[in-house]
């Protein structure tokens, strides 16, 4: 749901009930043949909703999705919510156009062809190393059985810089290696390594930080049960994205953040609750009803407040949770508070979308308390990315 397939991410899930753990990171000899699916959605929660049009994804983080996703030999589900109109917000489309367009040029050209290939070990000319490099997936590189720790080199056509590297493995036979290395040689110069993973598998994508312009390439197996079943090796130079500026929300009733700030909180960093961020994520402690999770908003001059949404974490943690439920006061002096509004926040650890609550009867504050005294499910930490407000809510 947060866009993350793990990694390493096996295609495999063992023949008992369905764990987070094992569903995000698979595991290594399953008796299931189970791929994954990483999904997550183009806006903070799965439907349309105006006070989420300046939180888009924007088309940088799309190309990182796609990395943590087919890059890891998972399938990539993209969910993308019609208006009320039905049809796709126009912001939205111009980050999906971006993303296409940098997706679609920076895996357009094969920088490996006319590159040549060789092997320390070939089990014969019909899995020859060059086989990695004639584009037939039913063909592979393999080696004689009891050889599973070969090593594969391209020599490059010169002047062709790269930064992303694209391994596969014949499936009909399974995923067979379990550990490998990459390392590159510059005008001759000693190897160096760039990179070191588990699993291939359908398709394990490498993008280094900084273009090299190698001569030659060279995989390494470093641990596997079995001989390799190498079908596929490619090398690309990424384009990146056009850069699509945020626009603001076109629901009326969304209340800007700007002048905002926190009073005070349990735990540091609440201020990534108002940076209008929801990639970013307030931390604190587990809470307790003797000791909850308390952070106070200061927002500049007095307001009309309708209602309140809570976003929680899609980050990637471990031990972290949701909040269960919240409560949340109001004042207009920062000394006298009123209940406001309450509850349990149905589903969050799973469906992890903003929740909107209504704010009744709707009054004037110039401060927000939000107190949480549980976790959706048992963690060391809580984790929340947003808090909005609203002149008024219309649910």
Same mark, same amino acid.
């Not at 890059?71 to 993303?99: K, Q």
């Not at 009123?338 to 969050?348: M, S, Y």
């Not at 709707?362 to 005294?373: G, K, Q």
């Given at each position: ?97 971006? @993303? ?135 090398? @690309? ?119 909107? @609550? ?13 107190? @949480? ?23």
């Amino acid at each position: 749901m947060h866009g993350v397939a793990g990694d390493p991410c096996w295609p495999t899930m063992p023949d008992a009930p369905y764990t987070e753990k094992n569903g995000n990171s698979g595991v290594r000899g399953g008796a299931l043949w189970w791929p994954a699916e990483t999904n997550t959605s183009i806006r903070p929660g799965w439907f349309y909703h105006a006070d989420e049009d300046g939180r888009v994804k924007s088309p940088q983080r799309l190309m990182r999705f796609f990395d943590e996703s087919v890059g890891r030999g998972t399938n990539m589900h993209l969910n993308i919510p019609p208006d009320r109109r039905g049809r796709v917000h126009p912001h939205d489309v111009e980050v999906l156009a971006s @993303f296409g367009h940098a997706l679609r040029a920076s895996f357009a050209t094969d920088l490996a062809q006319g590159a040549i290939a060789h092997a320390s070990h070939e089990r014969g000319p019909a899995f020859a190393a060059a086989k990695v490099l004639d584009g037939d997936w039913r063909s592979y590189w393999s080696t004689d059985d009891g050889v599973s720790t070969p090593e594969l080199i391209l020599d490059l056509p010169p002047g062709r810089p790269f930064d992303l590297i694209r391994l596969e493995e014949y499936l009909p036979l399974g995923v067979r290696v379990s550990r490998f290395a990459l390392d590159v040689q510059e005008d001759g110069d000693a190897w160096r390594r760039i990179a070191e993973h588990e699993c291939i598998g359908q398709s394990r994508i490498v993008r280094l930080e900084q273009p090299v312009s190698a001569r030659r390439l060279r995989l390494t197996i470093l641990d596997a049960p079995v001989p390799p079943a190498i079908s596929r090796i490619a090398v @690309f130079r990424s384009v990146a994205p056009r850069a699509v500026a945020r626009v603001r929300s076109s629901d009326p009733t969304v209340l800007s953040s700007a002048g905002w700030r926190i009073v005070s909180a349990s735990a540091p960093g609440a201020e990534q609750l108002i940076d209008d961020d929801p990639g970013t994520s307030w931390v604190a402690p587990a809470p307790s009803s003797r000791a909850p999770a308390v952070v106070v908003i200061a927002l500049g001059a007095p307001v009309r407040l309708g209602g309140l949404s809570i976003v929680p974490s899609r980050a990637v943690m471990s031990r972290a949770s949701p909040p269960r439920g919240f409560v949340a006061e109001t004042s207009v002096d920062g000394a006298t508070w009123q209940p406001a509004a309450g509850g349990v926040l149905p589903n969050i650890a799973y469906a992890r979308s903003a929740q909107r @609550f209504p704010i009744a009867p709707p009054r004037e504050a110039r401060y927000v308390r939000l107190s @949480f005294a549980d976790l959706a499910v048992p963690a060391d930490r809580l984790a929340l990315a947003e808090v909005g407000l609203f002149s008024s809510l219309d649910r």
